[in-house]
């Protein structure tokens, strides 16, 4: 089967239609006086749900309370694609797919576990060789150290939020610096732009936060934000996992069970009066402090301490004379989990605004590309979780805003179904840069000028390998404008949702003889786009 024929069939018949397309109206041939810059910047787990530009249940209170005005301002000058998913929904998988524009069995980096072969073709070493400066800036998590950037400054491994080391090019060990990780990272970010940069050359540059990555520890001038107000909840907040297989209810991802109630919701002594070494002693048993939040605190500055103290000491002193139990203690533990969350979103969406004044002050945001995106969506109460790794909704979307200036329509949206493996070959097309054929992504730049291809996919392809933490059973799947197939290919077991009837995903139809027809052609189309991937069933 060829591509044409191939993505006509997998646009026909149960498998859906495509959306109504991106309404950008500007004209797809515009004059281009120099190749477009393109500053990528990347979060770390951050979810629709916390930020306002999307629709999500907690759009309103996240508008209200003022979290992502600059991102939310990007949108408006950008085009917001509506319909953008991962092809893998955790960390390292994610970012290789990014920087290879290829599936996680193409690419070779399945699992955190894994370690990215540095000498693989990259979009960054294609833009390098095509006359671009490139540099790399906050979180890396592959394993290997950058290839294809002229400069960088990363994070090893996920990086500290206090007072964090940096591994920088040319430098022989690790370089620690002084303040809060994201907004040293944005620091960062403005300084390459006005001190590194090449003014007789394009850039691309990568600034990918930390943030809101768990253990959520916010900028201690954050601390207090949303302290007088409870976060809305979900409906599934208290969800039973009914209706689906056995796979739901097995995990170890509930806020009930699951967070740490030291480590996670910061329930410790003092930190200040409390030596690193006796706070795991001195926390509840069932709940062990990990290492790297005892690193946290064994590297914070004493200013650092006292600001933790004199917020979380008495929040810690309320908590535990209230004695809770049942559904008040679930619904404390969410309020404590999800507002720290939105804190660190609150100081990424800061840092990403400095970045776009900079840009703006400078005169360079008339000819630079810029992409706010994350590595993937997450949890945030739905089915009563955090974190990420299921092919259901909150994890498999992610957020992804373009600002292409002179290209897309200032506050433009796109239906269109998107995913991670796209980025690569949108950077080379806004480059004038041939896509080499062994990309598997689409570029999206037709879909930035307003165009709706007649060959746009209206199925993308799921999988996820990582077994071993939290207990998500592997499996992949196939997600369409309206159904989803999944499989748990390890258990031989299935699910089948209704999205228009069922956007909760709380009940599993498969199996239901009302569905038998569509369920038997997402199968077929599961097994074409695994054969178009060439993803072998055992994989």
Known sequence: MNRRTFLKSIGAGTIGVAGIGCNSVLPATLPIVQKPNVLFILSDDHSL??????????QEFIKKHNITPNIDRLAAEGMLFENSFVGNSICGPSRASILTGKHSHINGFRSNHDQFNADQWTVAKELQKAGYQTAAIGKWHLGSLPTGFDDYKVLPGQGMYYNPDFIEKGSSGLVRKQGYCTDIIGDMTIDWLDRKRDKTRPFFLCSWHKAPHRT?????????????????????????????????????????????IATDLKV??????????????????????????????????????????????????????????????????????LKDFIRCVKAMDEAVGRVLDYLKTNNLDKNTIVVYS???????????????????????????????????????????????????????????????????????????????????????????????????????????????????YGKGEWEFYD?????????????????????????????????????????
């Open 374 to 488: 994350s590595d993937q969506g997450f949890y945030n109460g739905e089915h009563g979780w955090y974190d990420k790794r299921w092919m259901y909704e909150e994890s498999l979307r992610n957020p992804l805003i373009i600002k292409w200036p002179g290209v897309t329509r200032p506050g433009s949206k796109c239906s269109e179904m998107v995913q991670n493996i796209d980025y690569a070959p949108t950077f080379l097309e806004a480059a004038g840069i041939n896509i080499p054929e062994p990309i598997q992504g689409k570029s999206l730049a037709p879909l930035l000028r307003g165009e709706r291809p007649e060959e746009w996919r209206s199925g993308i392809l799921y999988t996820y390998y990582e077994e071993g933490i939290h207990h998500v059973a592997r499996h992949r799947g196939i997600r369409n404008e309206r159904y989803k197939l999944i499989e748990f």
């Open 216 to 260: 959520w520890m916010p900028a201690p001038r954050h601390f207090s934000l949303l302290d007088e107000v409870d976060v809305p909840e979900p409906e599934n907040l208290f969800d039973d996992y009914r209706g689906r297989t056995s796979s739901a209810s097995e995990q170890e991802m509930t806020i009930r069970d699951h967070l740490n």
């Open 49 to 58: 749900q916390t930020l306002g530009a999307y629709k999500s249940r907690m």
């Open 499 to 539: 999205l228009e009837k069922d956007p909760l995903e709380m009940k599993s139809e498969y199996g239901n003889p009302e569905y038998e027809k569509p369920i038997r052609t997402m199968k077929q189309k599961l097994k074409e786009l695994m054969d178009y991937y060439n993803l072998d069933s055992d994989a």
């Open 268 to 337: 410790t002594p003092p930190v200040m009066t409390t030596s690193v070494k006796a706070i795991p002693e001195a926390v509840p048993k069932t709940n062990s402090m990990d290492p790297a939040t005892l690193e946290e605190f064994r590297r914070m500055s004493p200013e650092q301490k006292k600001a933790w103290d004199a917020y979380y000491v008495p929040r810690n002193e309320r908590f535990q004379a209230q004695n809770l139990k049942g559904s008040e203690l679930l619904r404390w533990k969410y309020q404590a989990y």
